[in-house]
């Protein structure tokens, strides 16, 4: 006769990767859509009298845009507090209307439609549903406070991770779970200390010897194993235990002593895949980015091109050379590139495999130079770059081959600011992280802005560092 165990080895048809759902997952989107819908409905009745063809098409694909952005921004996936859900819902609204009336005009149907009729069915739309998730949201939180039995939970481990899931489950109440205490690993396997556990860390109950008799004690229901990766092997020994006590089981790697960029959780064919590194522009991300550098800078070019010309004929009769200075540098996914800048110093050889940064009151400074370094308008030829592909207007910006080979043998994730194009102006520079780096601990600084620019990328984000830029350049720094 075949035991279950037997079967361990057998491949299982069930997708290892399940998005879960609840009753809010799928009432909210319902109640959205018949809002939406509803307004859509008495808007064209009020304005036109009749819900005609053109009208028709652009609710139905309005409505699939919706489903494509909301999913995109994971509008019904999270449980953010309600002032951070509110303004997401507001970007996803925004980038579906941008988005209708972007294909409205490039079909050149925009003229059909009423320019009233689709304000306000943004704005009453958007009202709608932000009022709609406040009545779903509060009436959850009613339900799961008077109606819901909490089950207990325990977590295994004491470092910051599970500091963390305790803070995070005791804090959410749309789980119903709340943290009785946390056992310790095995003497074999590394304890964390007091300061890794932190002060969110709950109450210590025993030993992981201890956890069957704990499980009874306490009515557990659920078993969250917060532990190293190194220390997998005690989720082997005792899983089939916890079966066995009919308690849920969850395993929550502790990844995060690792400098993670641009994290995910995907699914290859229903296997799970953990993303550790990835860049984040792929698929629609590569595209908006790609769109944003190219509309913004042909805008930008033209509006410059004057001040373009004035500092070229300025560096020409400042000092004889050329124009512009070309050096090597390194871009996305380590592709070497030329970047483009006026010319800011007297020509000279440079040292041998060596590159000195520029310092206040450097004599290879020309006078002109010294007016474009302060303005920052020697790094405007970078526009091209951006044209070309090379860059992007925002990113972490791009240093010289020797200075990359530098750091990277002193920072351990320095190259990890490869992962996205490098930039005219980044979240580094408009914190003021620009310039000559006198000490290892400023060019810490701006790694640690680059790669927290990359894990949080969007052209939301984009478009307020541009916006930052035009202040944030003429700092002390800059020279």
């Known amino acids: 006769m075949n035991s279950v165990g037997d079967h361990r080895s057998r491949r299982s048809h069930r997708a290892l ?13 319902m109640l959205d859509g018949v809002a939406i819908l509803g307004i859509a409905y008495g808007l064209i009745q009020f304005h036109i009298g009749v819900l005609t063809g053109p009208y028709t098409a652009m609710v139905v694909l309005l ?13 019904y996936r999270s449980n953010a507090n309600f002032t951070r859900k509110a303004l997401r819902l507001l970007q996803a609204w925004t980038v579906a ?67 963390y899931l305790n803070q995070k489950i005791n804090n959410n109440p749309w789980l119903a779970e709340r943290v009785v205490g946390c056992v310790t690993l095995p003497a074999d396997h590394p304890q964390p200390s007091d300061e890794e556990g932190g002060k969110g860390l709950p109450p210590v109950l025993g030993s992981l010897h201890d956890l069957p008799a704990l499980i009874e004690q306490h009515q557990i229901r659920t078993v969250y194993f917060a532990i190293p990766l190194n220390a997998s092997d005690v989720i082997e020994a005792l899983y089939f235990q916890l079966l066995d006590l009919h308690v849920a089981v969850h395993w929550v790697p502790d990844i995060f002593s690792l400098r993670l960029i641009n994290h995910s959780v995907r699914e290859i064919a229903g296997v799970p ?59 996305w996914n380590g592709r070497a590139f030329r970047i483009w800048k006026f010319r800011s110093m007297y020509v000279h050889e440079e040292e041998k495999d060596r590159v000195v940064q520029a310092t206040r009151g450097d004599p290879r400074i020309t006078r002109v130079g010294a007016f474009l370094r302060r303005t920052s308008l020697d790094e405007l030829p970078q526009i091209f770059n951006v044209l070309a592909g090379d860059m992007s207007l925002v990113g972490p910006r791009p240093h010289a ?12 994730q ?11 102006t980044g979240l580094a520079q408009v914190r003021g992280y620009r310039g000559e780096t006198r000490d290892i601990d400023q060019m810490i600084q701006r790694v640690q802005s680059d790669i927290e620019y990359i894990n949080n990328w969007s052209v ?7 916006a930052r830029t035009v202040t944030a350049f003429t700092g002390k720094n800059a020279y």
């Open 460 to 466: 939301w984000l984009d478009l307020a560092i541009l």
């Open 97 to 163: 209307f941008a988005l209708l009336i972007t294909l409205g005009f490039l079909t050149k149907q925009s003229d059909v439609f009423s320019r009233v009729l689709i304000a306000q069915l943004y704005v009453l739309g958007y009202a709608a549903q932000l009022l709609l998730h406040l009545v779903v949201r509060l009436a959850q939180q009613y339900f799961v406070s008077h109606a819901v039995q909490s089950d207990s939970v325990i977590i295994v481990g004491t470092g910051r991770l599970a500091s």
């Open 273 to 331: 895949v953990l993303t550790l590194s990835e860049t984040p522009l792929t698929g629609t991300r590569l595209m908006w980015k790609t769109v944003e550098d190219r509309v913004l800078a042909s805008l930008i070019l033209l509006s410059i091109a004057p001040v373009l010309l004035a500092v070229a004929l300025a560096v020409k009769l400042d000092s004889p050379g050329p124009v512009f200075f070309r050096q090597s540098r390194m871009g």
């Open 401 to 412: 081959v020797q200075h990359d080979q530098e750091y990277s043998l002193r920072i351990q």
């Open 63 to 75: 409505m699939t845009i919706l489903g494509l952005v909301y999913d995109q921004l994971a509008i």
């Open 414 to 424: 320095y190259f990890a600011r490869h992962n996205i194009k490098p930039g005219i």
């Open 17 to 29: 990767l399940q998005r879960r759902s609840n009753i809010s997952n799928v009432l909210q989107p």
